[in-house]
């Protein structure tokens, strides 16, 4: 059944990176459709409503967003800045508080403030800092003028392709100083030890560059990209999973629908993971043996998460976010809490927390659909949702007026997005998955792109930029460089 006029480009996925491809490629005097399978569009920027309180889901804080920083810039050239209400983290205080076992580490706003509350707190690790800092401040010059964008994106910076473990290791770097920057691995869900250099320096410099955090709710900033896609002539459709992606001899030609409607288009983004993208192509589309080695992948691990409502007055909000890191006998981090205090209404400021949660430890419930999954699951969730009520304790002191709106766990997400394992930030980006992690894109039958956090590299940046790397993969450098390029950089 065939209903629609074909499409130039269909783009499977309605997050920040399907949307995104899906405006970019409308700039382009595209006619694009953009399918999302859930009844709302905006995948994980979305977040939801209980109770009268909006919590968020995907997007807590995000970097770089300062006039003439690389998000911003992107989000310049999609034309939806002016309808992301934002406010700026830190104020005169830091972005983020880091509480160890045995110190608190304040990071600040600016690489230069960043680098001197290092040698502050680690005097003999002066070496170390430096070379740090020197690599952070290069990546910040690389992001400014996009240079992952030009054609030599493969070369630049090859000796961060390292381990950020044995990287400071080499240093003689010091267990607090590892600890401290090792933050930034744990929360994209690596130790140390697994995690490149480059993707530990690219998040932590689009933070550093600036932080904000969403003024509005996430539906809003969902509503944004949508209605700027439409704008544009863009089509949005809701409700109606892709199930299919139809192949003409070896090209791509479109996508079938659940509801069985096939809707054809010349060129398909993918802005969904990647093993849901094997699922739907036809048999023999990609060598078996790539195909085995996506599916092989393995996951970011699984987070619950909750927010819960607590007494403004006993509890102001924070413009920084809390981090409460334990260590291991080894003076590594074992465990972590992510909390932030945002203003509420009402005397209630929201409290948002979250932990890492292995699928694992919920894969007796994999079966299972939500609000059905039974009293042993449920049982589960309320003693994570104590542990980090007491670890928030452990901070704030006893939570006065404190209600649970709500807690989700991986297979919440699993679900909602149609991820494997629920991973929050799609596959894992280790040294070790990095070989097939950077180059599945490449194993597509021609006509199909990937898009989306797990093309490029996840979060806010990460997806813009995916987006903006594979539209310039589709319509080669020279148009790119001519008709976007210029605009994203002002030459
Ligand atoms: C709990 C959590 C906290 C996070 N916090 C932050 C943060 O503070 N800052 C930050 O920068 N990043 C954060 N991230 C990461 C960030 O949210 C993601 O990297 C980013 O939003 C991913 O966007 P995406 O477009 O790739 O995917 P998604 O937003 O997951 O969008 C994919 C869309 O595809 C749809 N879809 C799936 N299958 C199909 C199908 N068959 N047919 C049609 N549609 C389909 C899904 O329903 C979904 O809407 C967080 C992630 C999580 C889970």
């Known amino acids: 059944m065939e209903t629609k006029p074909p499409f130039d480009g269909l783009i499977i996925g309605s997050g920040i990176g399907g949307l995104s491809a899906g405006i970019l490629l409308s700039l382009l005097n595209y006619r694009v459709a953009v399918v999302e399978r859930n009844l709302l569009p905006g995948g994980l920027m979305r977040g939801y409503r209980r109770g009268g309180v909006d919590l968020p889901v995907g997007i807590h804080y995000f970097g770089s967003f300062g006039k003439g920083e690389p998000v911003r810039r992107m989000c310049d050239v999609l034309g939806v800045t002016e309808k992301i209400a934002v406010e700026r983290m830190g104020g005169q205080g830091p972005i983020d508080r880091y509480l160890f076992d045995d110190r608190t580490f304040d990071l600040p706003e600016g690489i230069d403030a960043f680098v001197a509350a290092l040698g502050e707190a680690f005097p003999a690790d002066g070496r170390a800092i430096a070379a740090v800092g020197k690599n952070l401040r290069t990546l910040i010059e690389l992001q400014k ?10 070369a630049i910076a090859p000796d961060l392709f390292a381990p950020l473990g044995a990287y400071l290791d080499g240093m003689s770097c010091s267990a607090g100083l590892k600890r401290v920057l090792g933050v930034s691995s744990r929360w994209m869900g690596m130790p140390e030890e697994e995690c490149p250099v480059f993707y530990h320096h690219l998040a932590l410099t689009s ?3 600036s932080s904000w955090r969403l003024k509005g709710s996430g539906a809003d900033l969902a509503a944004a990209f949508v209605a700027r896609f439409e704008a544009l002539g863009g089509t949005l459709l809701c409700g109606d999973p892709v199930t299919e992606i139809r192949l003409s001899g070896k090209a791509v030609d479109g996508v079938r629908l659940a509801s069985g409607e096939e809707v054809r288009a010349r060129q398909v983004i993918a802005a969904i993971h990647p093993k849901k993208v094997l699922e739907m192509l036809p048999e ?10 996506v599916k092989a992948l393995a996951e970011t691990e699984g987070l619950f998460a909750l927010g819960a409502t607590v007494d403004a007055a006993a509890h102001p909000a924070l413009p920084y976010n809390l981090f409460r890191l334990h260590s291991g006998p080894d003076g590594s981090i074992v465990d972590g809490f992510f909390y932030q205090l945002l203003p509420g209404e009402k ?3 929201l409290l948002v927390a979250m932990t890492k949660s292995p699928y694992a430890e919920w894969r007796q419930w994999a079966e299972t659909t939500t609000g059905r999954r039974g009293s042993g699951y449920e049982r589960e969730k309320t003693a994570c949702t104590e542990r980090l009520f007491r670890a928030a304790e452990g901070i704030f002191g006893s939570l ?14 699993r679900d909602w997005m149609d991820t494997p394992e629920g991973s929050p930030y799609g596959i894992l980006r280790s040294m070790q998955q990095l070989p097939v992690a950077a180059t599945f894109p490449r194993m597509a039958p021609p006509g199909l792109w990937f898009a989306g956090q797990n093309a490029l590299s996840p979060g806010v940046l990460g997806t813009l930029l995916g987006s903006f790397q594979t ?3 589709m319509i080669g450098p020279v148009r790119f460089a001519a008709e976007v390029f210029t605009k994203l950089t002002g030459k």
């Open 145 to 154: 003028s996009f240079a992952f964008l030009a054609p030599t994106a493969m």
């Open 207 to 209: 933070y550093l560059m």
């Open 284 to 293: 023999g589309a990609i060598l078996p043996r790539r195909a085995r080695r």
């Open 347 to 349: 005397g209630k400021n």
């Open 400 to 413: 006065k007026g404190v209600k649970l709106i709500d807690a989700y766990t991986p297979l919440t997400l």
């Open 471 to 473: 539209v310039r993969q």
